[in-house]
């Protein structure tokens, strides 16, 4: 089992829409989960940190299941602008077994059609 | 206000050559990740540093190697350049190891 995993997609759906991503991990110990959006060619960008209590920001919502080791990321009311690779980070502590590495997943395409 | 900074932003290099990526992070920030990404994928770890001290490797060959300067910048070296190390070398900073970090722009990174 990959330490991340991500759905690739490609998630195709019509603006308006509401489209949820899951993101899995399988270190119990990681302590600190963040979700990056990426446009084709271009860096990674903070979207959002996911904090324990789930977090939101404007059409975005993040949410951390940590018994079911996942976090999601939903995005309400869909814009052309969201098309975009969305990327899930899970981070260790270092401490208890948790490693410092920052593990991305590949990613999962949105494409947010007219 | 600055972001993170790398150099070059583009590379042409021939297999078997040694190539050096910098980065300047964020003012204030003292930590500094590599990441490797090939199309169709997530970054991949390489390095990080904090403090000017190595606190993460990647499954990365000994031929990757770097390290942090006074200043918090960073430099990443690969040695003998192979034609599958062709990719966009991404670093990140961020003020400590574990808070969010933010990306430079990447160096894109060509070995023929």
């Known amino acids: 089992r990959k330490e991340v995993e991500q759905d690739p997609g490609p998630f195709n759906v019509p603006e308006g829409a509401t489209v949820a991503f899951n993101c899995t991990y399988s270190?119990?110990?990681?302590?600190?989960f963040f979700w990056y959006r990426q446009d084709c060619r271009k860096e990674p960008k903070l979207l959002m940190s996911?904090?324990?209590s789930g977090n939101e920001d404007g059409r975005f919502t993040a949410q951390l299941n940590r018994a079911s080791q996942y976090i999601s990321l939903l995005i309400r009311d869909s814009k052309l602008s969201d098309s975009a690779t969305y990327l899930c980070?899970?981070?260790?502590?270092?401490?208890?077994?948790?490693?410092?590495?920052?593990?991305f997943g590949r990613g999962t395409s949105l494409i947010v059609h007219p | 206000d600055a972001g993170v900074t790398q150099s070059p932003t583009h590379l042409i290099k021939t297999r078997g050559q040694q190539v050096t990526l910098r980065c300047s992070p964020i003012?204030?920030?003292?930590?500094v990740s590599w990441y490797q990404q090939v199309l169709g994928q997530g970054p991949q770890f390489i390095f990080q540093?904090?403090?000017?001290?190595?606190?993460g490797r990647g499954n990365f060959p000994d031929r990757f190697s770097a390290r942090q300067f006074p200043n918090y910048s960073s430099e990443l070296n690969v040695n003998a350049l192979l034609l599958g190390d062709s990719a966009l070398y991404l670093c990140?900073?961020?003020?400590?190891?574990?808070?969010?970090?933010?990306f430079g722009q990447g160096t894109r990174l060509t070995v023929v």
């Open positions: 990140a900073s961020s003020s400590t190891p574990t808070e969010e970090a933010f």
């Open positions: 270190n119990s110990a990681s302590q600190s």
């Open positions: 996911v904090y324990s």
């Open positions: 980070v899970v981070n260790g502590d270092g401490a208890s077994g948790g490693s410092y590495i920052p593990t």
């Open positions: 003012s204030g920030h003292k930590s």
């Open positions: 540093y904090y403090e000017k001290e190595e606190r």
